[in-house]
């Protein structure tokens, strides 16, 4: 097992996966069972499925997907998107989901993950921060799918999560969704200093040359999303894992 946990992050749309750039322009990459069967083939350390459209439509998680997606997986699950209330939380990790993601409940009632955190262990919560750089540098949280800003800095919000239980947090640079021009480092290290959990860290990822860089600004998990459903110059859809020689080499 590599120290530094590498992480296929698919988005799901309805019923199917899809890649953003910069949290829009979704372009279908595929069915998500079959995308699984390709990670549990290729023997990845851990996977996040994030339904990104389902609190914008004011829905709960589509928990047959989830059971199906569980039941095929081989590797440790993480599930987010449209989770509200402890009940939800329960039910997913009933279906075999190792942890549940917070994004806008943990934001709108943070007292569901405290609650969540105490009935279920702080291991199985994880809190997602979307983050946008603003002017000058100053970087502020986001949510609802990067459209709403919140006027608060990263590490105070990443302090409020991690007093309110989450065990992890999974921190996304919005600027930097699927342009594969690498992670944010600046972003990276002001959060990671500034708390004791491990922060996952998502949004830039292009090779497995940006892994180390990240790791070395304090990242504990690196998740990525182009980089393991595109090919090539034009984004040709290819699901691919690198080699755990080549991971164990860099990561090590």
């Not at 997986?73 to 329960?90: D, H, K, N, S």
């Amino acid at each position: 097992m590599l120290k530094t946990r590498v992480i296929p992050c698919l988005l799901l749309r309805g019923q199917g996966l899809v890649k953003t750039t910069k949290f829009k322009d979704p372009k279908y990459v595929g069915d998500p069972i079959n995308a699984i069967k390709i990670f549990n083939d290729k023997e990845v350390d851990e996977l996040i499925l994030l339904d990104i459209t389902a609190s914008r439509e004011g829905r709960g998680p589509s928990f047959g997907v989830i059971e199906e997606v569980a039941s095929e997986c081989f590797m440790p699950l993480a599930y987010g998107g449209g989770i509200q209330t402890v009940e939800e939380a329960r039910r997913i990790l009933k279906l075999g989901v190792e942890k549940v993601v917070f994004n806008t409940t943990a934001w709108r009632a943070p007292e569901v993950l405290k609650d969540a955190s105490r009935e279920f262990g702080s291991q199985a919560i994880v809190a997602s921060i979307d983050v946008r750089r603003k002017l000058l540098g100053r970087y502020e949280v986001v949510f609802d799918g990067g459209r709403q800003g919140t006027g608060i800095d990263p590490v105070e919000y990443a302090l409020r999560m991690q007093d309110a239980g989450a065990g992890e947090l999974f921190l996304t640079a919005v600027d930097r969704d699927g342009t594969m021009n690498g992670y944010d480092l600046d972003l990276i290290k002001k959060v990671s200093s500034g708390i004791s959990v491990p922060v996952i860290v998502a949004g830039g990822a292009g090779t497995v040359n940006d892994f180390r860089p990240a790791v070395d600004s304090g990242a504990a998990g690196l998740a990525a999303g182009a980089m393991f459903v595109f090919h090539g110059p034009h984004r040709a859809v290819l699901i691919t894992y690198p080699a755990y020689a080549d991971l164990e080499r860099l990561l090590s």
